[in-house]
């Protein structure tokens, strides 16, 4: 039995009056594995879609890599035409050539049988089918890759989970700055994670294998940063594998672990680059570094550098209405412990020095100081807005929120308050340790 197959849903709603998406059939080889609730063969498809539709499914469309899950001949004995065309999948999307085969294929079909429709399935039915139903819809229809890939996901719930199809579709079709991000993983995509088969179920060999990414060993006991509490940690599955492939998807990172930026030592021959290039500098705070992914009321976790995951539902992100709650973001930043130095009080604070996608919206790749706005304008102003008119109330937080402050290089006026951060003054106005200096 294919990888997550078990408890993937078995097919979509009609889409756009002409496709049925479903994954893999199973035959009777398989029964003995397949529990009855879950059994779902070619035969079951063909008179569930014509009992839902009164329309017969005159095309199959077969995108997996085998063979192996049934036999043509149930297909091709009732009169519907059975296309095989083999597609990787496992992170690859379908390349030009089979796309325009797919599109072809169903061109012609549709033309000779207009009434009848067009099922298609890879193995679950979501990421290389979805890609070539949404090329159609574009190249055939005249659809905008926007329209094609909200109507799949409404269909085919959760739609294409897959980032890096969803970005070769816009960037094919439309914009790649304008890709929305994954959806999170469906529960039944983490079910039975198998350590070297590809989504068909195939043996991966070599290097493909060890680039597959496995859900991630849980570390026992992960502990949050010393003396902040309104933290818990997450570590039951698939919760916890979920959160942490989505904040992975976020970042364009395909690999295990943390996905967030790393820093590199300047040294003599990097340091020419701040002549070279427009840089930003601020002090490195001496605190703990954390990812923050903020996705609607109550949804905001915590990403250490150990790839733990903390829940912290207490804080709140207001959009700019200030009725509504920010989601679909992701925020770099480190977590520190100011002390006043008088009255030795001590307050915990979140201070954000970057931002990789907002609303959906990849924003890591603009260049820094659109960032630096974003964060202030759409993450700090309207919580320092709301709290003004009394409706946030920060005592229910653990801990503070702002803007990390950083000066640009590029700016003669700005040397001074370089300066004036390796200052005993100013480090001692702090109310942390600090380690130096960070350029962005």
């Known amino acids: 039995m294919p990888p997550r197959w078990l408890n993937c849903p078995r097919k979509s709603q009609l889409i756009a009056d002409k496709f049925i998406a ?20 070619m035969q079951m498809f063909m008179s569930s879609t014509k009992n839902s539709y009164h329309r017969s499914v005159g095309l199959i469309v077969d995108l997996t890599n085998t063979k192996r899950f049934y036999n043509t001949e149930e297909v091709e004995s009732t009169g519907c035409k059975y296309v095989k065309l083999q597609c990787k999948g ?10 325009v085969l797919f599109i072809d294929v169903v061109h012609k079909f549709i033309r000779q049988k207009p009434l009848e429709l067009v099922g298609v399935h890879c193995t679950h039915g979501f990421n290389r089918t979805g890609f070539l139903i949404c090329s159609y819809l574009v190249e055939q229809m005249d659809w905008s890759i926007e329209a094609a890939v909200h109507t799949f996901s409404q269909s085919r719930f959760p739609g294409i989970y897959k980032g890096g199809y969803i970005k070769e579709l816009f960037k094919t079709y439309g914009d790649v700055d304008d890709a929305p991000d994954a959806p999170p993983l469906p529960d039944w995509c983490n079910e039975d994670e198998a350590a070297d088969l590809d989504d068909d179920g195939n043996e991966l060999d070599g290097p493909t294998a060890s680039k597959k990414r496995r859900q991630e060993p849980v570390k026992a006991n992960p502990t949050f940063m010393a003396g902040v509490g309104g933290a818990t940690a997450i570590t039951d599955q698939p919760r916890l594998s979920k959160i942490q492939h989505r904040v992975q998807d976020m970042c364009g990172w395909s690999k295990m672990g943390f996905p967030g930026s790393q820093p590199v030592s300047m040294d003599v021959k990097n340091i020419k680059l701040l002549h070279e290039k427009r840089y930003f500098v601020s002090w490195k705070a001496d605190g703990t570094r954390y990812m923050m992914l903020i996705d609607g009321p109550g949804a905001v976790y915590m990403i250490d550098r150990d790839n733990c995951v903390f829940h912290i539902p207490s804080i709140e992100f207001p959009k700019r209405d200030l009725s509504s709650h920010v989601s679909g973001t992701l925020l770099d930043g480190e977590l520190v412990i100011d002390e006043d130095r008088v009255t030795h009080r001590k307050v915990a604070r979140y201070l954000i020095y970057d931002i990789i996608s907002f609303e959906g919206k990849e924003v890591g790749k603009t260049d820094f100081n659109t960032r630096l706005i974003c964060i202030k304008k759409e993450i700090y102003g309207p919580r320092v807005e709301k709290q003004q008119k009394g409706l946030l109330d920060r005592s229910r937080e653990p801990f503070g929120i702002r803007p990390k402050p950083f000066y640009d290089l590029s700016q003669s006026s700005r040397i001074n308050d370089v300066k004036k951060l390796l200052s005993e003054e100013f480090t001692k106005s702090l109310g942390h340790e600090t380690d130096g200096l960070c350029c962005w």
């Open 22 to 41: 479903f994954k893999t059939p199973l035959d009777h080889r398989y029964d003995e594995e397949v529990p009855d609730e879950c059994k779902f063969n």
């Open 90 to 99: 496992h992170g690859e999307t379908p390349d030009r050539d089979q796309t």
